[in-house]
C-alpha cells in the first residue's frame, strides 16, 4: 500500500501484523527490553521491513538503532523512515545520492480524538478543512487525522536534516485530492527551511493514500535541483 506513495527509487517493504517477526538484534532488544509487548513486537516488525528494503539493495542485515530523538540511524549511504500504528507497520529506504530524507506515517482512519486538531493545526489549516469538508471533497477520508498524519511524515523527514525540533505550527499543510482517497500534498513551512548544498528549501512534498481503514502519508525530499520522481503506483 505505501509504494503507491513512494516515488521511483524508494524501495519498502510493509506488514499488516507482526507474524513472521524474527531476526532481531540484541542491540535493538535493549532499547525496548522494558517496554510492553505491543511495543517490542511492533519495533520488532518495522526493522523485519526495513530489512527488507535494504535487502533490495544488497545492504546485509544490521541493527537498526536510533539517536538521542528517537530518529532512526540508517546504514551509510541510505536514507529512509519507519512508521507503526493499529493494524500498519511500513519502512521505506532510499540511496542519499538520489533523496536526502524520507519520511513516512501511518493512522488510523478515524476522528483524532477530542481537541487534538486544535493542538497540531493553524487555524488557516482548519479553514482548508472546513471548505474541503464542505464541497464534500474530504467525505471519503477523515481529513483531521490526514492532516496530522501529513504533519508527522514532515517532521520524520525535517528531523534528520535539521537536527531540530519542527512544532506543528511550523508547517502550514495543504492538500490536493487526485481521487476520494488519493492526493499530494504541500508542507510550506513557518521557519527556515533546511540548508541542503547551499540551498534552502521552503517546504516539502508528499502523498497520500487512504484504505483498508488506514491513512499513509510519506514525503521524500530529493537533492536540489532535480525533480521529484513520479509514483511507483505498486
Ligand atoms: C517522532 C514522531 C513523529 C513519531 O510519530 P508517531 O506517529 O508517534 O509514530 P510512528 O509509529 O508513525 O513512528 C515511529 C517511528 O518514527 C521514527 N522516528 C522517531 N523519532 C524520529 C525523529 N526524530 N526523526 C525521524 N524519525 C523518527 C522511528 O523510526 C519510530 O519508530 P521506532 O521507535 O520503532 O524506531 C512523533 O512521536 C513526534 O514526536 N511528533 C512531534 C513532532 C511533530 O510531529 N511535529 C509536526 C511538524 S509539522
Known sequence: ??????????????????????????????????????????????????????????????????????????????????????????????????????????????????EVLA??????????????????????VRADRLLFSAKEAVFKAWYPLTGRELDFAEASVSFGYTTARSGTFEARLLVPGPELDGSRPDGFTGRWTARHGLVLTAVTVCPPGRPAPGAQGN
Open 119 to 140: 493542538l497540531v493545526s493553524l487555524p488557516e489549516e482548519r479553514d482548508r478543512l472546513a471548505r474541503q469538508e464542505a464541497d464534500g471533497e474530504a467525505a471519503a
Open 1 to 114: 500500500m505505501i509504494g503507491e506513495i513512494l516515488p521511483a527509487g524508494v524501495r519498502f517493504a510493509e506488514a499488516f501484523d507482526d507474524s513472521g517477526a524474527a531476526g532481531w538484534f540484541p542491540e535493538e532488544e535493549a532499547l525496548v527490553a522494558r517496554a510492553v509487548h505491543k511495543r517490542r513486537a511492533e519495533f520488532r516488525t518495522v526493522r523485519r521491513c526495513a530489512r527488507a528494503a535494504l535487502a533490495s539493495f544488497g545492504v546485509p542485515p544490521a541493527p537498526l538503532l536510533r539517536g538521542s530523538r528517537g530518529e532512526p540511524r540508517w546504514p551509510a549511504g541510505f536514507v529512509g523512515s519507519m512508521t507503526h500504528c493499529a493494524g500498519y507497520r511500513g519502512a521505506a529506504v532510499a540511496r542519499s545520492t538520489e533523496f536526502v530524507s524520507l519520511g513516512i506515517d501511518a493512522e488510523p482512519d478515524d476522528p483524532l480524538p477530542g
